[in-house]
């Protein structure tokens, strides 16, 4: 194969999960806010809380591409390590923005950060602290002075991650503004654990084989562009979204 | 470390988790019944197609007299759970007219309702 179409072939992949990853991030926020519609509050409440929720989906999704190789996209392993770091921060930076939004829209809230305020705030201020543990202790420099045993810091790193989306499921299903029906409930507890059992299955029972001979190499520099052009693409929706749903 | 050092670790930090936990819990108590209450913007105009008892249960049932906070606010058992009552209470309404494209007021912005 010459170097051209393998050029051609490795950005059609990269094209195609860009597409495959903005679609799996963005649709499930989309039908949870039309299906049936949940009435518009105002512009930053609406817009800090789909960022809000596209954190949760990041989080989740970063169980799918948990840093192992997968069969797709054909990608080398170092694509879906960088994928795995990439789609960490992308949550760290909407779960930032949720809060940040919220807090100046709304300064009374800080009322629902202190030890009075209800479970389900506790959870997911508790959720985002363990977030900003998890990317900080992940960075090599800190990883490696934190857990000389890659094996100890990978242990715990699982665990906590489980944690914080256990914590941030409950701050979103008690709070029960947008999954404001029964199905939609049912549906988002059973997506969630869904997504939990996919990564449990593969960590106790592998992945199966990793066909490393039809992979796409120089392939790992794809994954910057894809998140991050994912979050610029996702963010416009969503800042779209909140505007469109306020009633002129 | 070796691995009972892990363990040992980890029993202790468990350990000291529940301390923290049951202490916080007991000290969240305590503050929910001293914190003070918000100013709330109520108007009885704009909730005149209510009825009365919807709110006013006590006239109805007999679990007490005065105003909503003689209850809600200085009663131990309910304190705590007066500020998510409260909440879910006037929410669930506001939220069902709106969804019916009615006159709804306020949602949840903590400010339209809190000043």
């Known amino acids: 194969m ?48 789909l960022l809000g929720y596209l954190a949760l989906a990041c989080c989740l999704l970063l169980f799918i591409y948990a840093g192992r190789p997968r069969r797709s996209p054909p990608f ?26 919220l807090l100046v829209s709304e ?37 490696r002075r934190i857990w ?17 989306v256990a914590l941030c499921c409950w701050h979103v299903l008690v709070s029960q503004f947008y999954l404001n029906t029964g199905i ?3 549906v988002g507890s059973l997506a969630a654990m869904a997504v939990f059992g996919f990564y449990l299955w593969g960590r106790y029972h592998g992945q199966g084989p990793a066909q490393r001979q039809s992979r796409l190499r120089d392939t790992a520099v794809y994954s910057h562009p894809i998140a991050y052009g994912s979050l610029v693409l996702l963010l416009i929706v969503a800042v779209g979204i909140a505007v469109l749903r306020v009633p002129q | 470390m070796n691995k009972a050092g892990i363990t040992v670790l980890l029993v202790l930090l468990a350990v000291l988790l529940i301390v923290f936990a049951y202490a916080g819990f007991a000290r969240r108590q305590t503050a929910m019944l001293q914190r003070p209450l918000l100013p709330v913007a ?34 131990p058992e309910l304190a705590p759970e007066m500020e998510s009552m409260f ?18 007021g306020p949602l949840r912005q903590c400010s339209l309702c809190h000043h």
Not at chain 1, 30 to 41: E, T
Not at chain 1, 114 to 137: C, D, E, N, R
Not at chain 1, 148 to 164: G, I, M, S, T
């Open chain 2, 87 to 104: 909440h879910d209470f006037c929410r669930e309404c506001h939220v069902e007219k709106r969804m019916h494209a009615q006159e709804s």
């Open chain 1, 184 to 186: 939609k409930l049912v």
């Open chain 1, 2 to 49: 010459s170097e051209l179409s393998r050029s051609t072939g490795r950005r059609r992949w990269a094209l195609r999960f860009f597409a495959g990853l903005c679609a799996c991030l963005a649709l499930p926020v989309l039908l949870i806010m039309q299906m049936p519609v949940v009435p518009a509050v105002g512009i930053a409440w609406d817009l800090a809380n």
């Open chain 2, 42 to 75: 109520f108007e009885h105009i704009d909730h005149n197609e209510q009825p009365c008892a919807d709110c006013h249960h006590n006239y109805v049932d007999d679990t007490g007299g005065g105003a909503c906070y003689n209850c809600h606010k200085l009663t």
């Open chain 1, 76 to 101: 080398s392993g170092r694509f879906f390590a960088n994928l795995h770091r990439d789609i960490g921060y992308i949550a760290l930076i909407l779960v930032i923005a949720h809060v940040g939004i």
């Open chain 1, 148 to 164: 000389p045993n890659y094996r100890h810091f990978k242990f715990l790193h699982a665990w906590l991650a489980v944690a914080c």
């Open chain 1, 107 to 143: 300064p009374l809230l800080l009322e629902h950060l202190k030890p009075t305020a209800p479970f389900y705030m506790l959870a997911g201020l508790m959720a985002s602290l363990i977030l900003l543990f998890l990317v900080i202790s992940s960075i090599p420099h800190w990883r």
